[in-house]
């Protein structure tokens, strides 16, 4: 069984400009993502999974020059992106993070890699419980060609609810335990409060090496005024009628997805 870890990376934000390569303590943002993932110990493969616009030419650059593959795929369709790069490296499962999250939880990367080899009947495993930007996930290829195959949205940037869908794929909740449970904190980049909570935040730690998670949970509760910079913004979230749209399209072709779903898996 061969799983990859994908970061998904564009250079397209409007609310803050290039905000990948911004700079945290010395690296830059997907940098530092790129650091995390190479933390990750049972994946065969790191891509930064990018689009085919001149924009995004500088990520791909960097993921040369950190030693990890690329892919360019579709701009807006960021399923089908992750889909055609894990069939490209014969992926069967990814874990996957945005590149807005340079502090994702890298010890639940390898317990869901665990997960996956020791029960690979799993379709889509995620965790909840940490803050925004600190839970990761895992999927099934197939499960995600399933959903590829049958979905109706092209814009697919937030994407959960077309895969988390209990109804027709096994999908596992990984709560957090005690001492990674929070809700006070934000670590996702949106928009300029976000680069300035990360920016302080890595001033506290050594530029060089990894911040592990339960450390930055520490430093903020020294320097609660750091998590304050950020707590006002708000996380986006797709509009109640396109949720409603996916829920009535999965509850009216449940049958015919459940047949497309038998044959991709049989193949």
Known sequence: MKIGFLITARLKSSRLRLKLLKQLNGYSVIERVIQRAQKVEECDDIVLCTSQSNQDLPLLRIAQKNDIYYFNGSSEDVLQRM????????MD????????????????????????????????????GMPI???IYGIKTKALKTVCTIKEEIDTEIWGYL????EI????????TDEYISNEYRM????????????KLYKEFPKEGVIELLDAYEVLQELPEIATINAHVLQKDLDIEVKQRIALF??????????????????
């Open 83 to 90: 889909l055609d790069a894990a069939e490209l490296f014969n």
């Open 93 to 128: 499962y990814i874990i996957g993070i945005t590149a807005d999250n340079p502090l994702f939880s890298i010890y639940h990367a390898n317990l869901i890699s665990d997960m996956i080899r020791t029960d690979p009947s799993l379709d889509f495993i995620y965790t909840t």
């Open 133 to 135: 930007g600190v839970n």
């Open 163 to 166: 895969v988390n869908r209990p």
């Open 169 to 176: 794929f096994n999908v596992k909740e990984v709560p957090a």
């Open 188 to 199: 996702t980049l949106d928009e300029i409060d976000d680069y300035k909570f990360f920016a």
């Open 250 to 267: 999965y509850e009216q072709n449940k049958e015919k997805i459940l047949n497309i779903k038998e044959d991709i898996y049989r193949s």
